[in-house]
T-cell receptor
Framework: DAKTTQPPSMDCAEGRAANLPCNHS???????VYWYRQIHSQGPQYIIH???NNETNEMASLIITEDRKSSTLILPHATLRDTAVYYC????????????FGGGTRLMVKP | NAGVTQTPKFRVLKTGQSMTLLCAQD?????MYWYRQDPGMGLRLIHY???????AKGEVPDGYNVSRLKKQNFLLGLESAAPSQTSVYFC?????????????FGPGTRLTVT
């Protein structure tokens, strides 16, 4: 799996968009970008994933650069409940059964 | 529909003691996983199962054993607990036909070994 780099922490004002970056410069052509989050003392929660096109669901939007070397997770209207650690993961479908989480970004949404 | 549940939620063990963590899911999922998460770190896969009666090693399997006698249950055993096994343990499950990323996690078991 490609290595990912995320800032260790970010702040965001409640109601504003939270933009969380992820660098994955060694990503291969068949590897997807996945985003999970983990709210304090809870299990991880899947948010969104993409290959090369931008994706949107009820939780967030995922913007992947044209060269696929980086991506941004966007929470359009952050709430206090979005305070969590956000993990960017890159892996291919044939990467076996391991889902490896790195350090992630600790997002603090402030009132 | 309770999803994925874990028992117990908290446990304190002394070095050398044994215990079993229970994971149960009511979603009829084929795949089940055990992860550990140490302070300030991401999750690491311990063992997993692709179906009843089958198990496989993950990234950090040493010191742990697992069993999947029933489809809905996945047990994680520590035969002789060590302080290095102090961690939060998460269980997860997913459908056979589902995407790998679409794992559903339990609330976790916080284990301290003194």
């Amino acid at each position: 799996d490609a290595k990912t780099t995320q800032p260790p922490s970010m702040d965001c004002a409640e109601g504003r968009a939270a933009n969380l970056p992820c660098n994955h410069s060694t990503i291969s052509g068949n590897e997807y970008v996945y985003w999970y989050r983990q709210i304090h003392s809870q299990g991880p929660q899947y948010i969104i994933h993409g290959l090369k096109n931008n994706e949107t669901n009820e939780m967030a939007s995922l913007i992947i650069t044209e060269d696929r070397k980086s991506s941004t997770l966007i929470l359009p209207h952050a709430t206090l409940r979005d305070t969590a650690v956000y993990y960017c993961i890159v892996r291919g479908d044939n990467a076996g059964n391991m889902l490896t989480f790195g350090g992630g970004t600790r997002l603090m949404v402030k009132p | 529909n309770a999803g994925v549940t874990q028992t117990p939620k908290f446990r304190v063990l002394k070095t050398g003691q044994s215990m079993t963590l229970l994971c149960a899911q009511d979603m009829n999922h084929e795949y089940m996983y055990w992860y550990r998460q140490d302070p300030g770190m991401g999750l690491r896969l311990i063992h997993y199962s692709v179906g009843e009666g089958t198990t496989a090693k993950g990234e950090v399997p040493d010191g742990y054993n697992v069993s999947r006698l029933k489809k809905q249950n996945f047990l994680l055993g520590l035969e002789s607990a060590a302080p290095s096994q102090t961690s939060v343990y998460f269980c997860a499950s997913r459908k056979l036909a589902g995407k790998f990323y679409e794992q559903y996690f339990g609330p976790g078991t916080r284990l301290t070994v003194t």
